[in-house]
C-alpha cells in the first residue's frame, strides 16, 4: 500500500511526536527518586563544599534528596568512571572540577574521555587561587618575590595539594610564565601543604582563595597575589598576577555534569535550577563569601569552558611533564 507524501509526513511528524511525549513527561516528572552527586574529593575539600549549596538548593527547588556522594581517589579518576558508567538517567550527576581537565592530559591511560563522556549541564563557580609565602620570604611584593626566586634558582620549595592539582598546575604555568625554578614539594592536601608553609618547611604555594584566607587574615601567612585577571572582591587590595605577569590566568572551574546519554530535557531542567540559584541574592551572597564567582549560562558554554582549560591545561602538563603519583 502506497502513502501519498503529504499523508506520509503527516505521519512521520506524528510518530516523532509521540516519541517526545514519553520523554517530556519524564523531565517534567524528575526527579521521582533521590540524586546522587558524586564529589571526586574527600569530605571538607573545595569540591565538597561548594557542591553541599548547590544540592541543598536543588533539593528544596525539585522536592527530592540531592546526596552528596564522595568517591575520591587516583586524582579524581575513580569517581569519574563511575558517574560515567552510570545509567544516563539524571539520577546520578557529576561535580565537575577543575582537576578533570587536568586529568585529561596527566593520565595516559583513562577508561573514560571526559569531554566524549560527561554532558555538561551548568558551570557554577570559579575560583582563584593566592599566591602566598612563608613571612620568612624576604619579598614583600609579586616583582620582589620574582626577583628574589630568580636570584636563587632551585631553592625555593613550592608546595601543592597533590601532582596534578589545581595548586601545582597554578604554579608551573607560573614558572613556565616567569622563566623561575622553583622545587616542587606535593602533599596530600591542602593542610597538610600550609601546615608545613607555616611552619617555613616550603616558602611558598598557590592554594584557592576560600582555603587562604583564614591564613592570610591571621597574620600567618604573606598573599602577594591572587591568579585571576581581576582582583579579588574579598581581598581587594592583592594585586592579580597579570598585572606583572602579563597574560597569566589560572582558576579553578566548578559545575555539574552528567552521563553523556542523559536525555537532554533533564539536562535543560538542571540548568535551568541552576541558573535561577546563581541568580538569587542570597545564594550568590553565599558562595562570594567563599571568595568565589559565579558562573551561569548554558550547557553548551559550560561545554566550551572545559574545552579550552582542557587544552590550557594540557599545555601545562606536557611543558613541566607532570607524571601522575
Known amino acids: 500500500m502506497k502513502f ?10 506524528g510518530a516523532a511526536a509521540l516519541q517526545a511525549v514519553p520523554r517530556l513527561a519524564r523531565a517534567q516528572a524528575y526527579p521521582t527518586k533521590p540524586v546522587r552527586i558524586i564529589v571526586t574529593f574527600p569530605p571538607g575539600s573545595v569540591s565538597d563544599i561548594l557542591a553541599r549549596p548547590v544540592a541543598q538548593w536543588l533539593q528544596e527547588r525539585l522536592g527530592q534528596p540531592f546526596v552528596i556522594d564522595n568517591r575520591p581517589g587516583a586524582g579524581g579518576t575513580i569517581g569519574t568512571e563511575a558517574a560515567v558508567r552510570a545509567s544516563p538517567d539524571g539520577y546520578t550527576l557529576l561535580l565537575v572540577a577543575g582537576a578533570h581537565m587536568v586529568n585529561a592530559t596527566l593520565y595516559d591511560k583513562l577508561s573514560f574521555n571526559f569531554i566524549r563522556d560527561i554532558a555538561p549541564i551548568a558551570g557554577t563557580t570559579r575560583e582563584s587561587a593566592v599566591l602566598t609565602v612563608n613571612p620568612s620570604v624576604p619579598a614583600k611584593t609579586l616583582p620582589e618575590f620574582i626577583a628574589y626566586a630568580k636570584a636563587n634558582p632551585g631553592k625555593i620549595n613550592m608546595a601543592s595539594a597533590g601532582v596534578g592539582s589545581p595548586s601545582h598546575v597554578t604554579g608551573e604555568l607560573f614558572k613556565m610564565m616567569t622563566g623561575i625554578n622553583m622545587l616542587h614539594v606535593p ?17 611558598v604555594t598557590f592554594q584557592p582563595t576560600s582555603a587562604s584566607i583564614a591564613h592570610i587574615r591571621a597574620g600567618t601567612l604573606r598573599a602577594l597575589a591572587v591568579t585571576t585577571t581581576s582582583r579579588s ?3 581587594p587590595d592583592l594585586p592579580s598576577v597579570s598585572e606583572f605577569v602579563p597574560g597569566y590566568e589560572a582558576s579553578a572551574v566548578w559545575g555539574l555534569g552528567a552521563q553523556r546519554n542523559t536525555p537532554v530535557e533533564i539536562v535543560d531542567k538542571l540548568n535551568k535550577e541552576i541558573n535561577a540559584a546563581l541568580a538569587d541574592p542570597k545564594f550568590k551572597g553565599r558562595l562570594s563569601d567563599m571568595g568565589v564567582t559565579t558562573l551561569g549560562g548554558s550547557p553548551g558554554d559550560f561545554g566550551k569552558l572545559i574545552a579550552a582549560e582542557t587544552e590550557k591545561w594540557g599545555k601545562v602538563v606536557k611543558f613541566a611533564n607532570i607524571k601522575p603519583e
Not at 4 to 13: E, G, I, K, S
Open 4 to 13: 501519498p507524501r503529504r499523508q506520509f509526513l503527516h505521519l512521520a511528524v
Open 187 to 203: 602533599y596530600r592536601g591542602s593542610p597538610p601543604a600550609f601546615t608545613d608553609l607555616i611552619a617555613g618547611q616550603v616558602q
Open 233 to 235: 572582591d574579598v581581598l
